[in-house]
């Protein structure tokens, strides 16, 4: 394990949104065990207590540095001062996770515009305003990292998910954009694009083609992270070669798919 460049001795330090739950515990778990220290922030605190309880109750996370923060990120102008709390309490932070989110079904044409809201306002402009504030933490330093865990969804247009798949093309194009104003800061952007994942996000997940467990997807995404891969489909088999083919199915094909 390598150590913190803005803290030497420390170990480095990643911050987690969504890290109550699925992908971003798995995360949080991850990378306690490559020896990082860990920012942790959701909506509800309990559940982070009670993953900072498991983790300094395992031999090799026992002395690991955990902050926990309670954040919603629908309250999109609390996200940049809480955000710098747990940078203040960290100390020096070389990677910012912007993880939370939410997924519902929602149809065309049905009115259904409080779905959809809720659904953009999580993943799209709570994304935004967490990459915003880690950027502006990032910049005056001239380093750190920031990933936003966006989706296949992204890529592939899928019937009922409209306002998802919306909401993950909406952010990763915006990290596009980050990445080419923040390179000459020194910060770095990173995109992950995940197919299922096993998590309580969507009931019967597991049953979807090629959806794997949470922890497998933590491990492919700290690889991706520490690499700083730009962009990066977990799992990367079958997703890379399989989504352009998506993106062929007729309308017909779709709807027996059900
Ligand atoms: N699972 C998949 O198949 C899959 C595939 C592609 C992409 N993704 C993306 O991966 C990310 C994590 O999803 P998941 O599957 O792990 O879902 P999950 O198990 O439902 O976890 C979602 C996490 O986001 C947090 N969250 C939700 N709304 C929030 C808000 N307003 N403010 C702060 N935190 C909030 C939740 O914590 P609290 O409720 O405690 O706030 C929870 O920790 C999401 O962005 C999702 O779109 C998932």
């Not at 390598?2 to 803290?7: F, I, M, Q």
């Not at 001239?142 to 909401?167: L, M």
């Not at 467990?213 to 399989?242: C, E, G, K, N, S």
Request: charged share 20%; glycine share 6%; hydrophobic share 50%.
């Amino acid at each position: 394990m390598s150590t913190s460049p803005t803290n030497p001795g420390a170990a480095p330090a990643i911050v987690i949104t969504g890290a109550s739950a699925g992908i971003g515990r798995a995360l949080a778990c991850e990378f306690a065990k490559r020896g990082w220290r860990l920012g942790l922030a959701a909506r509800r605190l309990d559940a982070l207590e009670a993953l900072r309880d498991e983790l300094h109750s395992q031999p090799a996370s026992r002395a690991t540095q955990i902050e926990l923060l309670q954040l919603d990120v629908d309250d999109e102008d609390t996200v940049a001062p809480r955000l710098t709390t747990l940078f203040d309490a960290l100390g020096s932070v070389e990677v910012v996770v912007v993880n939370a989110g939410i997924n519902a079904l929602s149809s065309v044409g049905r009115g259904e515009l409080d779905t959809e809201r809720r659904i953009l306002r999580t993943n799209l402009l709570g994304a935004i305003a967490t990459v915003d504030a880690a950027a502006a933490l990032f910049m005056p330093q001239r380093r750190g990292h920031i990933v936003a865990i966006a989706s296949v969804a992204a890529k592939v247009a899928v019937p009922r998910q409209a306002a998802y798949c919306a909401s993950k093309a909406g952010l990763a194009q915006y990290m596009n954009s980050a990445r080419i104003e923040l390179s000459r800061h020194g910060v770095t952007v990173g995109t992950l694009l995940p197919g299922f994942v096993v998590t309580d996000i969507m009931p019967n997940i597991g049953k979807y083609p090629f959806a794997i467990p949470a922890d497998v997807a933590a491990r492919d995404m700290a690889r991706a992270i520490i690499r700083r891969q730009r962009t990066a489909f977990i799992p990367a088999f079958p997703w890379r070669w399989v989504h352009p083919l998506l993106n062929l199915l007729p309308p017909s094909l779709w709807r027996r798919l059900g």
